[in-house]
């Protein structure tokens, strides 16, 4: 059973980065893929970066690429998210996320392991 535990988010002006990490159970943290996903109040859990296993291959949700990077040091069982340039609209609950296998889904029905959310807050 995989347990995930986010930190890093806060309260931020707009312009600002944060650095989200999560920290992944040493025994099962391989092999998955690992994403990040949010949801602000009122909308739908969407997904906001991937990365598979080996750390070869990412996907970005359109709104965030060119802003957001994610990584992965599995020496470490930990997952990160760096934010740069954020903007109010980022504002949501950020979960980080696990599925068993080598490849690189994108659903949130495709992550059966999740973990209880750090909240980002972009004031203007």
């Known amino acids: 059973q995989v347990q995930l535990v986010e930190s890093g988010g806060g309260l931020v002006q707009a312009g600002s980065s944060l650095r989200l990490s999560c920290a992944a159970s040493e025994r099962t943290f391989s092999p998955y893929a690992m994403a990040w996903f949010r949801q602000a109040p009122g909308k739908e859990r969407d997904v906001v970066t991937a990365i598979n296993w080996r750390g070869t291959s990412t996907f970005y949700a359109g709104s965030v690429k060119g802003r957001f990077t994610i990584s992965r040091d599995n020496a470490k069982n930990t997952l990160y998210l760096q934010m740069n340039s954020l903007k109010p609209e980022d504002t949501a609950l950020y979960y980080c996320?696990?599925?068993?296998?080598?490849?690189?889904?994108?659903?949130?029905?495709?992550?059966?392991?999740w973990g209880q959310g750090t909240q980002v807050t972009v004031s203007s």
């Open positions: 996320a696990a599925a068993s296998g080598l490849g690189l889904p994108t659903r949130a029905d495709d992550y059966g392991h």
